[in-house]
């Protein structure tokens, strides 16, 4: 029998939206990327995506999946509520191997993916024998179901090639020379200008390029602060940032709050959880 389907499966694989932003909707607001797959399943009220540079709105009953690797961000206004599911990358798991949003109308489908959601986080929480073997077999139905829901494919068209391309760029930066470096760089990299290359951002997902960075550079600065609790003079030298001020700026002009403060707030409410 083969037990590496999912090992070691997180107590924390499935939990609402707003717990999977614990109660820091930037989690899942600025752009980033996750190592491991995820799925977003609203289940009432309306939400917002930006996944590769495409921007979806979302209601009731739509699924988005984001493989593992893929630049993203999900806003989603009060009154929505849904559920999300994260699994670890698998060559058992077959996840689409692009980013998926369904438009899930029939009930009957509806309470199926439900059902499957359920179900892991049963054997997730549990602990019940082989619950691992229980949860990736619940897993591989989800994406079953998924495939088959699948009515639609996108046009490859320059755009979004070019979209796809700018996003995967933005996430090797965290791991290569392209990291803090400006639009114009990242334009260069792809070959185009740096006036294409905002209009497309703009017309594909009402933001441009350079929004798309500073939500992704924020979005990285924010969980070293408020997870790692680094010092932002660390911070500064690991994002190139030319002085530890002008990073301090940075943080201050888009959150309201200095380094220390959001990382002594962040410290705080790890305290008052225990």
Same mark, same amino acid.
């Given at each position: 029998?083969?037990?590496?389907?999912?090992?070691?499966?997180?107590? !924390?694989?499935?939990?609402?939206?707003?717990?999977?932003?614990?109660?820091?909707?930037?989690?899942?607001?600025?752009?980033?990327?996750?190592?491991?797959?995820?799925?977003?399943?609203?289940?009432?009220?309306?939400?917002?995506?930006?996944?590769?540079?495409?921007?979806?709105?979302?209601?009731?009953?739509?699924?988005?999946?984001?493989?593992?690797?893929?630049?993203? &961000?999900?806003?989603?206004?009060?009154?929505?509520?849904?559920?999300?599911?994260?699994?670890?990358?698998?060559?058992?798991?077959?996840?689409?191997?692009?980013?998926?949003?369904?438009?899930?109308?029939?009930?009957?489908?509806?309470?199926?993916?439900?059902?499957?959601?359920?179900?892991?986080?049963?054997?997730?929480?549990?602990?019940?024998?082989?619950?691992?073997?229980?949860?990736?077999?619940?897993? /591989?139905?989800?994406?079953?179901?998924?495939?088959?829901?699948?009515? /639609?494919?996108?046009?490859?068209?320059?755009?979004?090639?070019?979209?796809?391309?700018? &996003?995967?760029?933005?996430?090797?930066?965290?791991? &290569?020379?392209?990291?803090?470096?400006?639009?114009?760089?990242?334009?260069?990299?792809?070959?185009?200008?740096?006036?294409?290359?905002?209009?497309?951002?703009?017309?594909?997902?009402?933001?441009?390029?350079?929004?798309?960075?500073?939500?992704?550079?924020?979005?990285?600065?924010?969980?070293?602060?408020?997870?790692?609790?680094?010092?932002?003079?660390?911070?500064?030298?690991?994002? !190139?940032?030319?002085?530890?001020?002008?990073?301090?700026?940075?943080?201050?002009?888009?959150?309201?709050?200095?380094?220390?403060?959001?990382? !002594?707030?962040?410290?705080? !409410?790890?305290?008052?959880?225990?």
């Amino acid at each position: 029998m083969d037990t590496n389907d999912i090992s070691g499966i997180d107590p !924390n694989s499935v939990m609402t939206i707003a717990q999977r932003a614990n109660g820091a909707p930037w989690r899942l607001g600025l752009a980033h990327a996750r190592k491991e797959h995820l799925l977003i399943w609203v289940t009432r009220g309306a939400a917002f995506s930006v996944v590769e540079g495409r921007a979806s709105a979302l209601n009731s009953h739509n699924a988005l999946f984001i493989p593992a690797g893929t630049l993203f &961000s999900f806003t989603w206004e009060t009154s929505c509520f849904g559920q999300t599911v994260a699994l670890p990358v698998s060559n058992r798991l077959d996840w689409p191997d692009d980013p998926l949003l369904l438009r899930v109308r029939e009930p009957k489908a509806q309470l199926t993916l439900t059902h499957y959601i359920e179900a892991i986080q049963i054997e997730a929480t549990e602990g019940q024998p082989l619950a691992h073997i229980a949860a990736s077999a619940h897993a /591989q139905l989800m994406m079953v179901w998924a495939h088959r829901q699948q009515n /639609q494919t996108l046009k490859n068209t320059a755009a979004r090639r070019l979209m796809r391309a700018f &996003s995967a760029l933005v996430v090797q930066s965290e791991s &290569s020379e392209l990291a803090g470096a400006s639009m114009a760089d990242f334009a260069s990299k792809l070959g185009v200008t740096a006036t294409h290359l905002t209009r497309v951002c703009r017309d594909e997902c009402g933001k441009t390029a350079a929004d798309i960075l500073t939500q992704h550079l924020l979005q990285r600065a924010r969980r070293m602060l408020e997870d790692d609790a680094m010092k932002a003079v660390d911070i500064a030298r690991i994002l !190139n940032f030319s002085t530890p001020a002008y990073f301090t700026r940075f943080i201050k002009t888009h959150t309201g709050e200095t380094p220390s403060d959001l990382r !002594n707030a962040a410290k705080e !409410n790890r305290l008052n959880s225990l």
